[in-house]
């Protein structure tokens, strides 16, 4: 059963993270990623690795994949502005061990693209299959990632199709008196 906090969490991300936490007044501010350096949150090992899954787990087709829209960014001001220190500290530990299985055939962040989808798809198998209770840690990861990409514009706009105001809008809509028909 999630908590009130984790409950409030995915609903916070899932509505529009960071458009509804600017109402608030609590908005987390965005990093650049480029270069690999480090976030206000994420080392830089951290943010080369969570660079390389999120690019992994939501990659570019003919919409904008993950790095496009800056989830790493998203996810290092999140949880650097709203995450609790617990939160944080179990992030901290699930990269850790997302790390560890994944190099457990070389260096994750050194395989090539082949290798890492390899390595990252039975990572996920295992993480939604036998070994669920062990790796939620990886399974909370990869929910931050999804629900970070479509709290962004370019999530919502090109990968869902948001758009403001549905439909056609004509200001010039002919108005008659339908009591005599």
Known sequence: MKTRRELLRDLIVSVGGLTALTACGDAPVLVATAGGGPGRFYSSGEMEL???????????TETPGAL???VPGYMDGLMTDWASE?????????LREIERRLSARGDFLELDDVEAVRALTALDSAAFGEQAAELG????FKSYVTRAYFATEGGAREELQWV???GRW??????????GA
Do not use: F, K, M
């Not at 969570?50 to 570019?60: A, E, G, T």
């Not at 840690?137 to 909370?140: K, N, P, V």
């Open 50 to 60: 969570v660079s390389r899954l999120s690019d992994l787990i939501i990659p570019r």
């Open 68 to 70: 496009d829209v800056n």
């Open 86 to 94: 617990e939160t944080g500290n179990a992030h901290r530990q699930a």
């Open 137 to 140: 840690g990886y399974r909370s």
């Open 164 to 166: 403001a105001v549905p």
């Open 170 to 179: 004509d200001p010039d809509v002919l108005v008659t008196d339908r009591q």
